[in-house]
Nanobody, 122 residues
Framework: QVQLVESGGGLVQAGGSLRLSCAAS????????LGWFRQAPGKEREFVAA????????SYADSVKGRFTISRGNAKNTVYLQMDSLKPEDTAVYYC???????????????WGQGTQVTVSS
């Protein structure tokens, strides 16, 4: 059974940092793109960042460029999101995602995590 399990969410003040982690299991993810999405209350889920199988080919949403950093663990089945200079508008449930090339960027990954809440207070 494939599982993506996120951790690291919480409450932080504006300007602070959080590091999200996602552990994928149930199959080999070395050939999958891993990424992060978020959904704020009353809004649609949106793409945040993605990283290719090799650890390169990184993409970010314009709203997080320069503040967030995505990386991949050596075992290729973990993905991290380092979030710095957080803003209240970053408040959302953050979801880990995994899929073949193209599906993550298209917003249609094969697998989703259950989400972790990030709240940024002003």
């Amino acid at each position: 059974q494939v599982q993506l399990v996120e951790s690291g969410g919480g409450l932080v003040q504006a300007g602070g940092s959080l590091r999200l982690s996602c552990a994928a299991s149930g199959r080999t993810f070395s050939s999958y793109v891993l990424g992060w999405f978020r959904q704020a209350p009353g809004k649609e889920r949106e793409f945040v960042a993605a990283i290719r199988e090799s650890g390169g080919g990184i993409s970010y949403a314009d709203s997080v460029k320069g503040r967030f950093t995505i990386s991949r663990g050596n075992a290729k089945n973990t993905v991290y999101l380092q979030m710095d200079s957080l803003k209240p508008e970053d408040t959302a449930v953050y979801y880990c995602a995994a899929g073949r090339f193209g599906t993550v960027l298209a917003g249609t990954p094969e697998y989703w995590g259950q989400g972790t809440q990030v709240t940024v207070s002003s």
